[in-house]
């Protein structure tokens, strides 16, 4: 009892002094990119974007209508709210791959969409992103003779855009979208896990592992007796993996 109250001191002193501070499972960012059907498609096909939404960001009008952002009188922008997993992407990659879906020197105007909805931003509410944003734009700024124009803030406001606007590429595959289709193929891709390749063992190992029989069908093109192999006979539910066939395949 004595070393579990020690325990528990220890861990709550070390909780509210921040001496030992927990990795985050889940993290968020707010991407503006222009119309937000396409900037959502893209960004969820990222191996470990958890989550997204679309909405309207730093409005100064309350839970704002699609109608009143697109009268340009909300200062609302159309934007992605990104719940991420940051041991699998990490910001700088999440940045890196946002950046590729847009014109960053155009100012409220991406593709054939117009308006102060449309402008270009990221929105943070984790003032520790910040330096990483920074420094991400200056390695953009230095592409460019012109000056980037996406704007960096804090996140005030965030309302959820209405629910036909929400995963609306999923639902109406031939929608409208400004952004390239291979991009989507490229954000599956763009950090996705390493596929571990076969090594077949050598041939002492197999014949350590195989019987005599088995040896001699993967090994030797030896054929075995019909109905006579342990699962000739097997009905339980499941997926069966023919070891043999690899064996002979490799």
């Not at 020690?6 to 993290?27: C, D, E, R, Y």
């Not at 697109?70 to 159309?78: D, F, L, Q, R």
């Not at 030896?222 to 000739?232: I, K, L, R």
Request: contains cysteine; proline residues 5%.
């Amino acid at each position: 009892m004595k070393y579990f109250i020690i325990i528990v001191i220890v861990v709550i002193s070390n909780t509210f002094l921040g001496v030992a501070k927990p990795m985050k499972n889940q993290a968020e960012i707010y991407f503006a990119g222009g119309c937000f059907w396409g900037t959502e498609h893209f960004l969820k096909q990222i191996r470990g974007v958890e989550s997204t939404q679309v909405g309207y960001a730093n409005s100064n009008v309350a839970n704002p209508s699609y109608e009143q952002v697109c009268s340009g009188k909300t200062n609302a922008a159309e934007t992605v709210k990104v719940v991420y997993d940051p041991k699998t992407v990490d910001l700088n990659l999440l940045l890196d791959l946002y950046f590729k879906t847009i014109d960053p020197t155009s100012l409220n105007r991406q593709g054939n969409d117009r308006g102060t909805q449309y402008r270009t931003g990221i929105y943070y509410v984790d003032k520790e992103d910040l330096p990483v944003i920074n420094q991400a734009i200056k390695l953009l700024s230095a592409q460019y003779k012109i000056p980037i124009a996406i704007e960096v803030k804090p996140l005030t406001n965030f309302y959820p855009a209405e629910t036909y606007h929400q995963d609306y590429l999923d639902k109406n595959s031939g929608g409208y979208c400004h952004i390239n289709p291979a991009l989507f193929e490229m954000a599956r891709k763009a950090n996705a896990p390493k596929t571990k390749v076969y090594q077949k063992p050598d041939d002492s190992t197999l014949r350590k592992e195989l019987s005599a029989e088995q040896y001699a069908v993967t090994q030797k093109n030896a054929t075995e007796p019909a109905f006579h192999n342990e699962y000739w006979n097997e009905h339980r539910p499941g997926i069966y993996v023919d070891r043999r066939k690899i064996l002979r395949m490799a």
